[in-house]
């Protein structure tokens, strides 16, 4: 089994930061991309950043020059730096990993349970 545990989501007011945090454990064989989406009251889960094994990073254009996605492969982490946090960023954060298990070898995509993120103005 597989296993995605997000951290670091909370309260902050406009113009803070936050740190988010996924570490994966269980039976993994390699950890290809890895990303963060949101999905916020009444809207479609969207892609806010992602990350590939190689450290090739993208970004939705909303959060571009605000956030920063970066991984440590060692640890199978996956971390979300947000600065200058607006309200519109209040949503749920949901870590997301494509994953090949060891036994059975499977190609899967696991889903982390989410971490609340609020902004108030």
């Not at 007011?13 to 064989?29: D, E, V």
């Not at 989406?37 to 806010?48: D, F, I, M, N, S």
């Not at 209040?90 to 060891?102: D, G, K, L, Q, S």
């Amino acid at each position: 089994q597989v296993q995605l545990v997000e951290s670091g989501g909370g309260l902050v007011q406009a113009g803070g930061s936050l740190r988010l945090s996924c570490a994966a454990s269980g039976s993994i064989f390699s950890i290809n991309a890895m990303g963060w989406y949101r999905q916020a009251p009444g809207k479609q889960r969207e892609l806010v950043a992602g990350i590939t094994s190689g450290g090739s990073t993208n970004y939705a254009d909303s959060v571009k020059g605000r956030f920063a996605i970066s991984r440590d492969n060692a640890k199978n982490t996956v971390h979300l730096q947000m600065n200058s946090l607006k309200p519109e960023d209040t949503a749920v954060y949901y870590c997301n990993a494509n994953i090949v298990t060891r036994v059975p070898i499977r190609d899967v995509v696991y889903w982390g349970q989410g971490t609340q993120v609020t902004v108030s103005s």
